[in-house]
């Protein structure tokens, strides 16, 4: 039973965090048609930007992530503006290398700013410690990490399906020529979800930060996990990504903790067969 | 022949340059840089030769990506399972011929192609290139966890080939290695001519500009990519195998994504759809990462980041396709 | 009657919307049949359950006296049922010799050789040369179809079609996007197409459907409502009416 709840709330908080990260890398990926194998790499820079906040420049915790989102933003504008637009529907293998190639110009960069050390971001009080739940406890990050994943689910729920924005943006996944033509300015939509994609994955990888360590080859070592969550999910889903996290965040956790010996090669396993089973996702429209 | 020519003299048909001029041209050109390599570095024999194994994977992932269109980010599984097979059979089964240790490599690789091909073809686009980095990571922790076989992540030490036609031992220096590769480098890239002009090389190129044209004329899509990663995945093992040979262990990094993501930069680099341009981007990129590692391994990662994007905005035909261009509007200025 | 090709009864639908409904057409050797209908009269569905892209809820599919209902599209194209695309699907990074050549190999069993090439086939050339001529495009062999032009390419797409030597070839709107000063050049390659084929062409140009068939069938919304000669089409009331009202009209305008 402890195990089992332990494990269960483990696979929760790490099915957050992806889902946090991943969602913005789902949704510009159904809108633009590009894969993005440098999405990890926003997260990662988040990360770095609020580990320097915290540790070297002494802020708190709250305001480092608002820097960190902002500052990932920034960095992101120029490289969306000068690289991304010339590989839109290019074909798929020339983004690919594109989105790699960049990867590992930050993976470098990092290494050489940073080292190649581990960087942690110190938890602010409230978020150290277990919290009681009355017949467990719970590490309070992960706790925050789950809450974080709710909210950021809702708030998307909430700007998609109920404003003016969602809208344009439901149609622009649909038919971008199709929205163009009604009237919906498609680009100012790409803008502005890449934004929220960028922001939502540098404050996904703050959070996150406890269960997937910031270093260098983090761009690297988690591209496949993102890109696994949004083609299980499929392309512009939120319902579908959501659904994808907590799947492999519950395969993952469980065969961490039942049978390590065997590393991920059971994520592996189960991530082959599902993608065979639903080549277009879980809940993919698109056939 | 005769007809071909007759044909082509009346101006109506012919089936484009000559091509048996080419591959010799090709063959020499490969021998004679394999020659130069030999003489200017002579204390490198190592390195030399596993550029020579690395130039196999790569010209098995042209087969794949290149004539046939899949992007695939795992094509290392094929290149290491050939490596492990030909391993095992000397640790374990005492097959320590070195001819006979490639044939097996060779098989492994095939059989690791039909399976990652069998899954890949499941998927299409991005479903597809998640299915070939699971491919890669699954062997990869296949091959560590079965320690009994493989030697886990210490490696599959203690692989010792007996010499080549029971003369020429695998010695210190590597000379034995360098040579036996590029017998069997030249070899492939013989075939591998012979086989992008066939019939077969054909239908390929076909299905990797329109999958279902080929179809409309009757031609089996799956079936056909099938059998080309059996064929890429019997040369990729022998590069594996090569790479057993020359250094005698084999490790977990033959199967990673690491190295399938590299082969995949150096053919972009050199130029897809291309034998040529397969050697070329291999030789150029590791050349390279010899070079600059040596100086600053951080600053690798950087530079090859760089070049890619490069590449990928300026060239992207790759070195060689972007020199052949330019060669060819020289040549037609004149 | 010694029919090559047999539609019988095909029903197909999505949901409750009913795309072909109760399809019935027999072909013989020779016939030249336009198939015409109103945009979204199920045409393009009527092709798909055809050559077995689509499964139809019931109903069959004969091709010389053989049941194919069962059979997938690469199947029903080896059995000798070709068809060629209202958009051209051509290679191109290939010369018009090679895409010949790939259907003559194909067709003849050799499209899976991983050694030789076709230019060492004496029998293969020979094909080849002669496929090309006869839509006179020869002269263009040996340029990449990305260069020629797009009537050539037009052409082009029949040949391949005629190379994998069909007993029925659909043609879907083989002039469609050429320019008016080559549809001459398309129509006199449909006037010398084999004699023993058997043609079922699709096209909006009713100049064109009048001077090549000798029969026109009629497809509205899902039902065939005309099967008969192009002189009585026209005079068919429920023909007007669904199709041909408006190009009478302007016809007359003119």
């Not at chain 1, 961490?256 to 082959?272: Q, T």
């Not at chain 2, 022949?1 to 080419?22: H, S, T, Y």
């Not at chain 3, 994998?164 to 050429?178: F, I, Q, S």
Request: aromatic fraction near 8%; hydrophobic fraction near 50%; include cysteine.
């Amino acid at each position: 039973m402890q195990t089992v709840f332990s494990v269960g709330t483990d696979a929760l908080a790490y099915g957050m965090v992806l889902f946090v990260i991943s969602i913005g890398l789902s949704v510009t990926m159904g809108l633009m048609r590009v894969v993005n194998l440098a999405h990890g790499a926003f997260a990662m820079i988040g990360g770095y930007i609020a580990s320097y906040a915290t540790q070297i420049l002494g802020l708190g915790y709250g305001v480092a992530i608002l820097l960190a989102v902002v500052g990932t933003i920034l960095i992101a504008i120029p490289i969306e503006r000068f690289l991304f637009r010339r590989i839109y529907g290019a074909p798929e293998l020339t983004q690919v290398l594109m989105t790699i190639g960049l990867t590992f110009c930050v993976i470098g960069i990092a290494n050489y700013v940073f080292g190649p050390t581990l960087k942690t971001i110190p938890l602010p009080e409230t978020l150290r410690g277990p919290v009681d739940l009355g017949f467990r406890s719970i590490a309070a990050h992960k706790l925050f990490a789950i809450a974080c994943g709710i909210v950021v689910a809702g708030a998307l729920w909430v700007l998609i399906d109920k404003t003016s924005f969602g809208v344009k943006l439901r149609a622009s996944v649909d038919n971008a020529a199709m929205a163009a033509s009604l009237g919906v300015r498609t680009k100012i939509v790409y803008a502005v979800s890449s934004a929220v994609a960028v922001g939502l994955a540098a404050f996904g990888g703050i959070v996150g930060a406890e269960l997937l360590p910031i270093e260098p080859y983090y761009a690297l070592r988690y591209m496949v996990t993102f890109l696994v969550v949004v083609s299980v999910g499929g392309a512009g889903s939120i319902p579908g990504a959501l659904v994808a996290c907590l799947v492999l965040g519950a395969i993952d956790t469980t065969g961490r903790y039942l049978v390590p010996e065997y590393g991920e090669f059971f994520f592996y396993l189960a991530v082959i067969a599902i993608v065979c089973v639903f080549p277009n996702g879980i809940l993919g429209r698109r056939s | 022949m005769a007809i071909q020519r007759a044909i082509a003299a009346e101006g109506k048909v012919d089936a484009g340059p000559n091509w048996l001029l080419r591959d010799l041209m090709g063959l020499a050109a490969v021998l004679a840089v394999a020659g130069i390599g030999y003489l200017l570095f002579p204390n490198n024999l190592a390195l030399l030769t596993r550029i020579t194994a690395i130039a196999l994977l790569v010209l098995s992932l042209d087969l794949v990506t290149g004539y046939c269109g899949i992007a695939t980010l795992g094509h290392a599984a094929l290149f290491g399972s050939g490596a492990y097979a030909a391993g095992i059979a000397a640790v374990h089964f005492d097959i320590t011929d070195p001819f006979a240790m490639a044939a097996v490599g060779a098989v492994g690789g095939a059989a690791a192609g039909l399976l990652a091909g069998a899954i890949m073809l499941r998927g299409r686009g991005l479903a597809q290139l998640v299915l070939s980095i699971a491919i890669v990571y699954l062997f990869h922790e296949t091959a560590n966890k079965a320690s009994n076989w493989t030697g886990g992540s210490d490696g599959l030490a203690g692989i010792s080939p007996d010499p080549v036609f029971g003369i020429f031992g695998f010695d210190l220096w590597g000379r034995t290695a360098y040579v036996f590769g590029i017998a069997i480098l030249a070899v492939v890239f013989v075939l591998l001519r012979l086989l992008v002009r066939s019939p077969f090389g054909m239908l390929c190129r076909g299905i990797r500009e329109d999958p279902v044209r080929v179809s409309a004329m009757g031609a089996s899509v799956n079936g056909t990519l099938l059998r080309m990663y059996a064929i890429s995945g019997a040369v990729a093992g022998l590069g594996g195998a090569l790479n057993a040979i020359s250094t005698q262990v084999v490790g977990l990094d033959s199967l990673s994504f690491t190295t399938s993501a590299e082969a995949l930069v150096m053919l972009v680099v050199g130029g897809t759809g291309s034998l040529f341009g397969a050697l070329v981007g291999t030789l150029t990129f590791m050349w390279f990462e010899d070079f600059v590692s040596a100086i600053n391994p951080f600053h690798w990662l950087t530079i090859i980041g760089a070049l890619l994007i490069a590449v990928v905005l300026f060239a992207p035909n790759g070195l060689y396709g972007t020199a052949t261009q330019l060669l060819h509007r020289v040549w037609n200025k004149r | 009657m010694n029919a090559v090709f047999q539609v019988n009864n095909l029903n197909k639908s999505f949901g409750g919307l009913t795309v072909a409904n109760g399809i019935s057409l027999s072909m013989e050797q020779g016939d030249r049949v336009a198939l015409i209908g109103p945009n979204g009269a199920g045409k393009t569905t009527f092709i798909n359950l055809v050559t077995g892209h689509m499964p139809p809820d019931s109903g069959s599919v004969a091709l010389r006296g053989a049941d194919i209902t069962r059979l997938g599209p690469t199947a029903r194209v080896r059995k000798g049922l070709v068809r060629s695309f209202q958009v051209t699907r051509l290679f191109s990074d290939m010369t018009p010799a090679e895409h010949v050549a790939l259907a003559v190999l194909q067709r003849t069993g050799r499209s899976g050789r991983v050694f030789g090439n076709f230019g060492a086939m004496p029998d293969v050339m020979a094909e080849v040369s002669e496929g090309l001529k006869a839509l006179g495009i020869d002269h263009i062999a040996n340029h990449k179809v990305s260069e020629i032009a797009y009537g050539q390419q037009r052409l082009l797409e029949i040949a391949l079609a005629l190379a994998l030597k069909p007993n029925v070839l659909l043609l879907d709107e083989p002039a469609a996007g050429v320019p008016q000063s080559d549809t001459s050049r398309i129509e006199e390659a449909l006037a010398g197409l084999p004699d023993d084929l058997a043609v079922l062409m699709i096209d909006h140009d009713m100049d064109l459907v009048f001077r090549f068939a000798r029969r026109v069938v009629v497809l509205a919304a899902g039902t065939i409502i005309f099967d008969g000669t192009p002189q009585d089409v026209a005079k068919d009331a429920r023909v007007r009416e669904a199709y041909l009202g408006n190009y009478a009209n302007a016809r007359s305008s003119v």
